[in-house]
């Protein structure tokens, strides 16, 4: 069982930039996969970014390529979404996630299906 708490949403102009991050809770946080997905308002929810379980692969939506940058620290059992040049288009809520870290490349990674574990949400709104 893992538990986990997202933080660091708030409200910035575009072109601003927030920092995520996502505490995890129970075992094995180093065994699993993690992702943040976002959701906004009458849309569904959607991939940004996952890191695989020791940090040494990480895969972006295109729409945030280059913009965000995911990190993970298994040392204190965090997991970072580090995002510039806000655009107005990034507001959701942003779900952090984990998963089984067994498989190969972006769309193996970027399945919703594939994270067991899911945090709350925090709100990020960008105002243009």
């Known amino acids: 069982q893992v538990q986990l708490v997202e933080s660091g949403g708030g409200l910035v102009q575009a072109g601003g930039s927030l920092r995520l991050s996502c505490a995890a809770s129970g075992r094995a946080f180093t065994s699993y996969a993690m992702a943040w997905f976002r959701q906004a308002p009458g849309k569904e929810r959607e991939f940004v970014a996952a890191i695989t379980s020791r940090g040494g692969s990480t895969y972006y939506a295109d729409s945030v390529k280059g913009r965000f940058t995911i990190s993970r620290d298994n040392a204190k059992n965090t997991v970072n979404l580090q995002m510039n040049s806000l655009k107005a288009e990034d507001t959701a809520v942003y779900y952090c996630?984990?998963?089984?870290?067994?498989?190969?490349?972006?769309?193996?990674?970027?399945?919703?299906?594939?994270?067991?574990?899911w945090g709350q949400g925090t709100q990020v709104t960008v105002s243009s």
């Open positions: 996630a984990a998963g089984p870290s067994r498989g190969y490349g972006s769309s193996y990674y970027k399945r919703m299906a594939l994270y067991t574990y």
